[in-house]
């Protein structure tokens, strides 16, 4: 269920093996292509090697490199408390998934899989559940959501702590260095991330504002038109980011669809979902693992989620999907989404004394600083000491030593 990252992914991972796959999604891919923005979709070198491995990553000619990462953090006074950069060690990409989801249906259909456009609704699930081995549900929306129940021990919030507005823009001043992942942090009030992009008028820009609700970002009320979208994001990074101001005046929209605003209840859910006739289907990647895009890792999570299902598929052989099955999958994969949860979900929260530390020595210290851009690819290598601070003083003092 689903043609998003994860469930084309998988789609088209389990055809490569010889299954028999159908993937129905409530949208035909035309449908897809002249709708809203749906993301800003920046994955990095892990999961868009997953992508090549499948010989779906199409737009490396075309689309426009994240080389790196700068950090910066301050006052609307425009002084800045931490300024960091560093280069990836291999670049990230944004391809508009509606460039992308559109190309893989047609290559998913070229490749022999089965596209049913159906708004599929919980008798639909139970039909495809009768019909199929395997049922996984890639959209969390509607009552199909509610089938997977949300774990509350896993779960860290019950309330969306960003607003999050989306605004693809042109003739955006380009940095002087190299093409960056952006983050601007003004403490209390919200974030500004920025990251080139290709969307359908050619290469672009992104900008995602994450508003603290009720704080003095939060104004997307107020909007009525694409052109009043793009007016208020240039405000308030004026006024919150004014070190980002003068890459952002003299912007144009992409497109009037090329706006979003939203807010997301970060939540990890259990994985089993039990139709009313008692059968069993399985979550995968959004529906299991949502998060806030502050940090820009849903897609990844979901290529990596579905290469995850597509290894334990393959090893299944012969035998059933069963519950025990679905579950010991879903631990493989939240040994690594857990990681990224933890990376997320601080990142919503007033920055711990550690991370001040932390930050403050990325300046100074390049390889630490290479370090943290990394971890966009793969945060999982940042525990224990990015969680805790004993263990960061102990880690920067031997990173110190070591560097
Ligand atoms: C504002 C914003 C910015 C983001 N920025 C980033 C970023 O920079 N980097 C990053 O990695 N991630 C980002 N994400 C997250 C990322 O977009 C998602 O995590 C990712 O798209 C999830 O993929 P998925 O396949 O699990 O689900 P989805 O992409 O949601 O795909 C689900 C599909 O199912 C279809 N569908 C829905 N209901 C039904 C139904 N009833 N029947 C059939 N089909 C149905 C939908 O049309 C959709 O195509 C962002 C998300 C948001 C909201």
Redesign the pocket.
Known sequence: ????????QLGIGLLAQGYGVTI????TADQ?AAGRV??????YDM?VGYERGLGLAMWDDECPPITGVHMRAGGSDGKLLIDWRSPMSAPGQ?VD?RIK?PAWMAEFERRGGRLLI????LA?LERYADESDLVVV?????E?GKLFERDAERSVFDRPQRT?S?TYVHDMKPRKDWSALNISINPGIGEYVN?PALTHTGPCD?I?LECIPGGPMDRWDEVKTPAQHLELAVELIRTYFPWEAERCSNLRLTDDLGT?V?R?TPTVRKVVGRLPSGRAVMG????LV??D?IT???????SK?AMVYLDAIARRGAAAFDEDWMKATFETYWDYAQWVARFTNTHLLPPPPQLLKVFAACGCNPKLAARIANAFDDPKGLAPWYYDEAEADRFLASFEVTA
């Not at 129905?24 to 949208?27: G, H, K, Y």
Request: charged share 10%; with cysteine.
């Open positions: 269920m689903g043609a998003g990252q994860a469930g084309l129905v999604s409530n949208r897809i749906m993301s800003s979709q920046s994955m999961a944004s998934q989801m159906e708004d599929a609704d639909a890639s959209t969390g929306k509607g199909i999050i989306l990251f992104i995602n979003l939203g997301i995968m990647a959004d529906v949502l998060n895009p820009g890792q849903g897609s990844n999570n979901a989620c």
